[in-house]
């Protein structure tokens, strides 16, 4: 069928143009001509906004496909990449302290402060504390001492403890190394994820939700000295001031491995004998300088092919009982699995956890914990 309009399209948005083929006819030669140029011009101006667009949009925006033989842009260059939560301390970004410093703890009584009011919770030569390095949670093992004192006996808000601390600490060439409150709780998913275990672990056994950023509440504080490295903790709970100090030091040997003679000799004159083995801090992991003493039950046993032991778990009566009790028990089967991996048969032994239940001395003094402390061997 014949059509009297005429369209003539582009290939982009629509837009067209339309002629009356009567009225065509009319027009002068050179008009058309210069309608037909101007509609393609259009076109052409379309065509390139289109491709300016096109440059302008976000990398993300989905691309044509190229043409053939056409470059590919280069991609976008990717984001250098952050330093990993929980990185491991740089120990040597601490500078060395050159101020001469007082004997440990290194921090005296506040002034006006009464002795008495000054509570030592705990006093040893050698044990482990977690202490918050920039955001990692670093084991440190040495002298430890905590001491409490109510801010009530001096007046103090926990503002003024908390400045008169750090000036001290400051003094004493002190800096303060936490990155990372350790109530935080990417922090505390990173370290086990239990944030009361966590806490103990640390000596602080638990924080005070302060929002004042003046007071922060937890403060680890570093002495680095030519010789050793000094960590001080600066906590707030309930009102108390809390601090813990662990001096860095190697643990002096003062346990000697009984010799298998002499254990057979106790075992037949008494039934049982003492052994004073180190494990890991609320652990049952043998630590490496008890192994001979375990070395020398291996030789008992060899020895005497017919012995069988009841090998018994015992604590100090610090913390919960029942805890103690299967701290205990674990801890005597360390004992016999590191006795049986010397190819002793495990028929000939049995384990047992007494927890704190039955003291050999006084649990109120150091002294009599450390005896308590304890695993024996029992004939049976």
């Known amino acids: 069928m014949a059509r009297d309009i005429d369209e003539l399209c582009y290939s982009g948005p629509p837009i067209c143009f339309q002629f009356d083929t009567r009225a065509m006819k009319r027009i002068s030669t050179l008009v058309l001509p210069l309608l037909?140029?101007?509609s393609l011009t259009a076109c052409k101006s379309k065509q390139n906004e289109a491709q300016d667009a096109a440059k302008d949009a976000p990398a993300s925006t989905a691309q044509a496909p190229a043409e053939p033989g056409a470059t590919a842009p280069a991609a976008p260059a990717a984001p250098a990449t952050a330093a990993a939560p929980g990185a491991k301390f740089d120990l040597q970004s601490v500078p060395v302290t050159d101020k001469a410093l007082?004997?440990?703890?290194?921090?005296?009584?506040?002034?006006g402060l009464p002795e008495e009011h000054m509570t030592t919770t705990k006093?040893?030569?050698?044990?482990?504390?977690?202490?918050?390095a920039g955001e990692e949670l670093r084991p440190v093992e040495g002298?430890?001492?905590?001491?409490?004192?109510?801010?009530?006996s001096l007046k103090w808000s926990a503002l003024a403890?908390?400045?008169n601390y750090e000036a001290a600490l400051k003094a004493l060439g002190a800096t303060r190394v936490d990155k990372v409150d350790p109530r935080d709780e990417q922090f505390i998913q990173r370290n086990g994820g239990n944030e009361s275990a966590m806490l103990k672990k640390m000596g602080v056994d638990s924080l005070d939700s302060l929002e004042d950023p003046e007071v922060p509440g937890f403060e680890q504080w570093l002495i680095r000295t030519p010789s050793t490295n000094i960590w001080l903790t600066f906590s707030l709970k309930n009102g108390e001031v809390r601090i813990l100090t662990v001096e860095e030091k190697a643990m002096q040997q003062q346990v000697q491995a009984l010799p298998a003679a002499k254990?057979?000799?106790a075992l037949k004159q008494d039934g049982h004998v003492a052994l004073y083995l180190n494990f890991d801090t609320d652990s049952q992991v043998i630590r490496p300088d008890?192994?001979?003493a375990v070395d020398e039950v291996v030789k008992l046993m060899q020895g005497e092919p017919a012995l069988k032991l009841r090998v018994e778990g015992h604590t100090d009566a610090t913390g919960d009982a029942a805890h103690n009790r299967k701290l205990s028990l674990a801890r005597a089967e360390s004992v016999v699995q590191a006795i049986t991996a010397k190819n002793i048969s495990a028929q000939r032994l049995t384990a047992a956890g007494k927890g704190p239940d039955q003291p050999l001395a006084d649990n109120g003094t150091e002294a009599g914990k450390a005896k308590n402390r304890r695993v024996e061997l029992v004939r049976v």
């Open 36 to 38: 037909i140029a101007a």
């Open 102 to 111: 007082p004997p440990f703890p290194y921090l005296a009584t506040p002034t």
């Open 123 to 132: 006093d040893v030569e050698f044990d482990r504390v977690f202490v918050l």
């Open 143 to 152: 002298k430890v001492q905590k001491r409490i004192f109510n801010l009530y």
């Open 161 to 163: 403890a908390h400045r």
């Open 263 to 265: 254990l057979s000799s």
């Open 290 to 292: 008890s192994l001979p």
